[in-house]
């Protein structure tokens, strides 16, 4: 998550058109959804080396669900967004969820934990140690 392997010198749009068509998949209209959507439509010419954390948080997540997958897999998900684009995240995984898509979060965050999970497990070395009820 630290280092997703964007590439630096490219904009939001052309990383995440370069990533979508790795399964022969191109539609510019459906990434710029995906970008509005996640709230980076007016930076789409910004070259990811200047994006912020927060900018390079979000386009994680678009990249998370662009391809409408069924399992979608997110590690801290509002880490370093302000409080409405953590808001906005928050709403689409509550929308990914009424999808029917499976959502597993990783978290440190207690209200992302309470607010968007169904079930919360605690992992210590890697191993599922118990449910935690918040």
Do not use: W
């Not at 209209?29 to 709230?39: A, E, S, T, V, Y």
Request: glycine share 6%.
């Amino acid at each position: 998550m630290e280092d997703p392997g964007f590439y630096s010198h490219l904009n939001g749009f052309d990383n995440l058109s370069l990533l979508y068509e790795i399964n022969n998949k191109k539609d510019s209209n459906h990434i710029r959804k995906i970008l509005k959507k996640i709230g980076l439509d007016n930076y789409e010419k910004e070259k990811y080396k200047e994006y912020s954390l927060g900018m390079k948080q979000k386009l994680r997540i678009a990249q998370a669900i662009m391809e409408n997958q069924k399992i979608i897999i997110l590690d801290e998900p509002t880490n370093g967004l302000d409080e409405a684009s953590m808001e906005n995240i928050r709403n689409i995984i509550i929308s990914l969820k009424e999808e029917g898509k499976l959502v597993l979060l990783a978290s440190h965050n207690k209200d992302d934990l309470k607010y968007l999970c169904d079930t919360i497990y605690k992992i210590d070395n890697g191993k599922i140690i118990g449910e935690i009820k918040l």
